[in-house]
């Protein structure tokens, strides 16, 4: 099919030029350039822009006509090379190669010289093809004029907008022109304006915009655009339909404005900020930050309450300090990180936060209200704090009364009562159950409040075995009864390499034990021979416990006064480093109605964590007066302090009480000399400072405080261990 249809078109062009004036050889010859070039060049309408060459032929095939700045040219054409329109050579540019001796010529810049050659030649049906005739081309000059005859001379005025969501619709007055072509960008800057000669359609890109009208009409709609958008206009006005000139626009001061679609109405963020972080807080200040999720701005909120009283109202702005219900504001805004200042140390706070939306929209601020995301975190307190409560008693999940629920919230409307520790019964025979020991954890985390603390531990072993002690700050349950138990330890194992005390010392963190109403001969003998492990994991004795069985909530019903005090001596004697407590030992529910008599903690906050590390710091007294409030201190270390200096110790003591002070006794003893600690001084008024001159040096003693009131109550510190250095 290809072969036939060549030899047919072949037919058909040798008909042509046989019918044609210009009669082709039956043998193709060598091409000759032409022997003489075009004459008498002249140019019409020299515009800004454009013109038009035209010149008298000569006897050549066509003419390759070339545009240049200079008025040299440094090339001439190559033979058998066709060259095409926009082509250049050296500084020179192609503008026509045809027969044709008329060119128009487009592009051009105001006020500018130019130079066309004209090169003649011959390319019909000769071996090389093409063969130009470079001497002496037809040469000649113009100069185009500043401004376009055809160019408008203003542009149209009085751009005005009617705006939705999602369109703009847009009028302005007409100049004296045809046309006008408006673009429309989302930046000021249009980069670019329209180019002469080129006639533009709709959705045309001209620099940063797009063409959205083009024609003789004064109107204009923009569909599909983005709320809350800023839209940039410019109108161009252009001469077409007047003249003969195809599109000359008046480039320079185009008519421009700007506009902003509508907003859309507020509606709820339909997520909440996530992943709330504090940074360390201060004793009056916190930081801290969240994840945004769909929201545009955020209303943060702080509260001394776990709930909140009152939610955020649409329509009403929340600035920084304004109260809401029982919280205040400290954050409205698109920032995602806030800082509340002006706390109180060892108060918790609770955040929430509000996700809404104003920014971007009308009739705003809209919140979502529903499950906020929220946070607390306690401001550390930089002073010690003075805390009263009992770490023994029992629930009827072991051998008690009551639920834990129940008994904390008894224990809470005590007297003189901040914290409350259950500690069951490890073992099955005394009515524990491991099932029960997450209920109970989970009730006293329930319990908790800014100004209560529940706790939740364990009394392990059996009288008849070696001794009841009490462990907290261990999260497990130890056990020896065949699936109730998290850990297992042996009935009445204490200081075996699995015994009680090594166990607890596992746990590392805050976890110790006291023992609860001690006889000389129990734990396995740690009285006879000094044991590390147990020194390690004990950190207080009881010096007063019970009545366990009382059933008295009047506060008038106090056990045998220090009937443990000896073992409590005879252990520091022993070299055991550890401080006195006092057990109620609850069995009925009168958590803290049935005595006054408390141990008192010294931590920074009344939270699990700091009373914990409080007691195993040993920074705790035995009380039988729960309004007595010691300070105790060596060379001003708080009591439970172990420290060494080459200075001779210096003992303050200061006491404020409900019943005057009789007396106060500084103990001093020496560990490990199996010797009891002897008054080293004493006073009759609430204060006394004495040095201890006699400590030699490289030597060690322990001191503790005995405080007797007018009315017969006691008070027993903790040690503090003082070692004199050279």
């Known amino acids: 099919m290809k072969k036939y249809l060549l030899i047919l078109w072949g037919v058909m062009a040798m008909s042509f030029y046989t019918s044609s004036t210009y009669a082709t050889p039956s043998t193709a010859t060598a091409c000759v350039a032409p022997t003489a070039q075009a004459t008498t060049l002249s140019f019409l309408n020299t515009y800004s822009d454009n013109s038009f060459a035209r010149f008298v032929p000569t006897t050549a095939d066509g003419y390759l006509v070339l545009l240049s700045t200079a008025t040299t040219l440094t090339a001439t054409p190559v033979n058998g090379v066709h060259y095409a329109i926009g082509d250049t050579l050296n500084t020179a540019k192609v503008i026509s190669s045809s027969w044709e001796t008329g060119v128009q010529i487009y592009n051009l810049n105001p006020s500018s010289t130019y130079t066309v050659f004209v090169f003649a030649y011959n390319n019909t049906d000769c071996v090389e093809d093409i063969m130009y005739n470079t001497s002496s081309p037809l040469t000649g000059t113009f100069t185009t004029t500043a401004v376009s005859p055809y160019q408008p001379t203003a542009q149209p005025t009085n751009l005005t907008f009617t705006t939705t969501e999602t369109s703009v619709s847009g009028s302005f007055t007409p100049s004296s022109n045809d046309n006008y072509v408006v673009v429309m960008a989302t930046v000021p800057n249009l980069l670019a304006t329209p180019i002469d000669h080129y006639i533009y359609s709709v959705g045309t890109a001209i620099g940063s915009g797009t063409v959205i009208s083009n024609g003789s009409a004064t109107t204009f709609s923009a569909q599909n655009l983005t709320p809350n958008t800023n839209y940039y206009f410019f109108v161009f006005a252009y001469a077409n339909a007047s003249c003969n000139c195809v599109g000359v626009y008046r480039s320079n001061d185009p008519l421009t404005n700007a506009v902003t679609?509508?907003?859309?109405?507020?509606?709820?963020?339909?997520?909440?900020?996530?992943?709330?972080?504090?940074?360390?807080?201060?004793?009056?200040?916190?930081?801290?930050?969240?994840?945004?999720?769909?929201?545009?701005?955020?209303?943060?909120?702080?509260?001394?309450?776990?709930?909140?009283?009152?939610?955020?109202?649409?329509?009403?702005?929340?600035?920084?300090?304004?109260?809401?219900?029982?919280?205040?504001?400290?954050?409205?805004?698109?920032?995602?990180?806030?800082?509340?200042?002006?706390?109180?140390?060892?108060?918790?706070?609770?955040?929430?936060?509000?996700?809404?939306?104003?920014?971007?929209?009308?009739?705003?601020?809209?919140?979502?209200?529903?499950?906020?995301?929220?946070?607390?975190?306690?401001?550390?307190?930089?002073?010690?704090?003075?805390?009263?409560?009992?770490?023994?008693?029992?629930?009827?999940?072991?051998?008690?009364?009551?639920?834990?629920?129940?008994?904390?919230?008894?224990?809470?409307?005590?007297?003189?009562?901040?914290?409350?520790?259950?500690?069951?019964?490890?073992?099955?025979?005394?009515?524990?159950?491991?099932?029960?020991?997450?209920?109970?954890?989970?009730?006293?985390?329930?319990?908790?409040?800014?100004?209560?603390?529940a706790l939740y531990g364990m009394e392990w072993g059996v009288i008849s075995g070696g001794g009841h002690v009490i462990i907290?700050?261990?999260?497990?349950?130890?056990?020896?009864?065949?699936?109730?138990?998290?850990?297992?330890?042996?009935?009445?194992?204490?200081?075996?390499?699995?015994?009680?005390?090594?166990?607890?010392?596992?746990?590392?963190?805050?976890?110790?034990?006291?023992?609860?109403?001690?006889?000389?001969?129990?734990?396995?003998?740690?009285?006879?021979?000094?044991?590390?492990?147990?020194?390690?994991?004990?950190?207080?004795?009881?010096?007063?416990?019970?009545?366990?069985?009382?059933?008295?909530?009047?506060?008038?019903?106090?056990?045998?006064?220090?009937?443990?005090?000896?073992?409590?001596?005879?252990?520091?004697?022993?070299?055991?480093?550890?401080?006195?407590?006092?057990?109620?030992?609850?069995?009925?529910?009168?958590?803290?109605?049935?005595?006054?008599?408390?141990?008192?903690?010294?931590?920074?906050?009344?939270?699990?964590?700091?009373?914990?590390?409080?007691?195993r710091h040993m920074r705790f007294y035995a009380s039988e007066d729960c309004s007595a409030l010691v300070n105790y201190k060596v060379s001003n270390n708080v009591m439970g302090s172990t420290l060494a200096a080459a200075t001779a110790p210096v003992i303050t003591v200061s006491a404020t009480t409900s019943s005057p002070i009789t007396s106060i006794k500084v103990y001093m003893g020496v560990p490990g000399s199996g010797s009891a600690a002897t008054i080293l001084n004493s006073t009759t008024s609430s204060t006394l400072t004495y040095t201890d001159n006699a400590l030699a040096t490289g030597s060690t003693r322990y001191y503790y405080v005995d405080i007797t009131e007018a009315d017969g109550k006691r008070i027993i510190t903790a040690p503090v261990w003082y070692t004199k250095t050279p």
């Open 261 to 453: 679609t509508v907003k859309p109405t507020c509606v709820a963020p339909s997520s909440q900020a996530t992943a709330l972080l504090f940074n360390t807080p201060t004793s009056t200040a916190v930081t801290g930050s969240f994840t945004p999720s769909t929201g545009d701005e955020y209303l943060v909120i702080y509260s001394t309450s776990a709930t909140l009283s009152a939610l955020p109202v649409n329509g009403v702005i929340y600035t920084t300090g304004t109260t809401l219900g029982n919280g205040q504001v400290i954050s409205a805004g698109n920032e995602v990180a806030f800082n509340a200042t002006g706390l109180s140390s060892g108060t918790k706070y609770y955040f929430t936060v509000f996700a809404y939306n104003n920014q971007q929209c009308n009739n705003g601020p809209v919140y979502n209200t529903t499950t906020p995301l929220t946070g607390n975190i306690t401001i550390a307190s930089t002073t010690l704090q003075y805390f009263f409560g009992n770490f023994h008693s029992h629930s009827e999940y072991s051998d008690g009364t009551g639920l834990p629920s129940g008994d904390f919230a008894y224990g809470d409307a005590a007297e003189c009562m901040d914290f409350l520790g259950i500690s069951e019964h490890n073992h099955v025979s005394a009515g524990m159950a491991l099932a029960n020991w997450s209920l109970g954890r989970a009730q006293a985390a329930a319990a908790t409040t800014s100004t209560f603390l």
């Open 472 to 615: 907290y700050g261990v999260p497990d349950l130890l056990g020896w009864d065949p699936g109730q138990y998290n850990t297992f330890v042996a009935k009445n194992d204490y200081i075996g390499t699995a015994g009680v005390f090594p166990v607890i010392n596992s746990y590392g963190g805050n976890a110790f034990c006291t023992l609860a109403h001690p006889n000389n001969t129990d734990y396995q003998g740690i009285m006879t021979t000094y044991n590390a492990a147990a020194d390690n994991a004990i950190v207080g004795t009881a010096v007063e416990n019970g009545p366990s069985t009382s059933t008295n909530t009047t506060y008038s019903d106090p056990p045998a006064s220090m009937s443990y005090l000896s073992f409590f001596r005879n252990m520091l004697a022993k070299g055991y480093h550890l401080g006195p407590t006092i057990d109620h030992d609850n069995h009925n529910v009168t958590h803290g109605h049935t005595t006054r008599g408390r141990t008192v903690v010294l931590a920074y906050n009344l939270t699990e964590n700091d009373i914990l590390d409080a007691m």
